[in-house]
């Protein structure tokens, strides 16, 4: 997603424009009257349109299973962690020892097993959304060359400056819009809720679905 984030949303239109046709020696330079600028939330826009949508899908028909079995993994520590606490006064010590030693094995599994899952998923998220983010990339400077955008900020990020964006600018479902437009999805994908508008007083959070995480195990207690 950074390739995206980082390189593809601070977009000049008149340098764009200028790329392909050479401007006139005397044409005069951009002034703050006649900027127009746009915001966008990236990673929403991405992930809502429809074929985000159904690669979000596929990749969780793909790791959903794996990661309900690391949840019952992590439920099955958990409760030989119970019977341990509950039986420490009345439980033999040879019996808290099998118990200490199945609760060390055990964790000591998942966190490998969870450690591949999350490496796979990851790998596997990036290389579908590796063609979206290129599609998108597409889309957004397409859109602004249309429509005489100068900048387009992305506000999704956790550390964009941005601390107010008036609703007018967020031009998010407008480029959901414009990408379903060019690439329209498969028959049978989910339908396609609408994007939040940007909120005005405030940076809107990151919205990415992601594939389930397994639990981090809680580490053995003494």
């Known amino acids: ?37 746009g915001v966008i ?14 690669a979000k899908a596929e990749l969780d ?3 959903g299973p794996r990661a309900e079995v690391l949840q ?7 409760d030989l962690q119970n019977k341990l606490e509950r039986g420490g006064t009345t439980m033999a010590q040879a019996a808290k020892d099998e118990l200490q030693r199945q ?13 591949d899952f999350q490496d796979e998923q990851q790998a596997e998220g990036n290389k579908v959304m590796a063609d979206l983010e290129e599609k998108m ?11 005489g955008l100068s900048l387009i900020l992305n506000v999704s990020e956790e550390n964009s400056p941005v ?15 414009a990408y379903d437009k060019a690439y329209p999805a498969v028959k049978g ?3 396609v809720t609408k994007a939040p508008s940007a909120p005005s007083s405030v940076k809107p959070a990151t919205t990415t679905p992601a594939a389930p995480k397994p639990p981090a195990p809680a580490p053995p207690k003494p």
């Not at 000049?12 to 600028?37: D, F, N």
């Not at 990339?137 to 429509?147: D, P, R």
């Open 41 to 54: 939330q990236a990673e929403l826009a991405l992930f809502q349109t429809r074929e985000g949508q159904a």
């Open 61 to 63: 028909k793909k790791f």
């Open 189 to 191: 994908a989910a339908p």
């Open 1 to 37: 997603m950074k390739n995206l984030m980082s390189a593809v949303l601070f977009l000049a239109a008149a340098g764009l424009a200028a790329a392909q046709t050479p401007a006139p020696a005397a044409a005069p330079a951009a002034t703050p009257a006649t900027l127009k600028i």
């Open 163 to 177: 601390l107010y964006v008036a609703t007018s600018l967020d031009i998010t479902q407008a480029i959901i819009d």
């Open 137 to 147: 990339k597409a889309v957004i400077y397409k859109f602004a060359a249309e429509n």
């Open 103 to 115: 609760i060390t094995t055990k964790t000591r599994n998942l966190q490998r097993d969870a450690q």
């Open 72 to 78: 019952r993994a992590k439920a099955d520590i958990d």
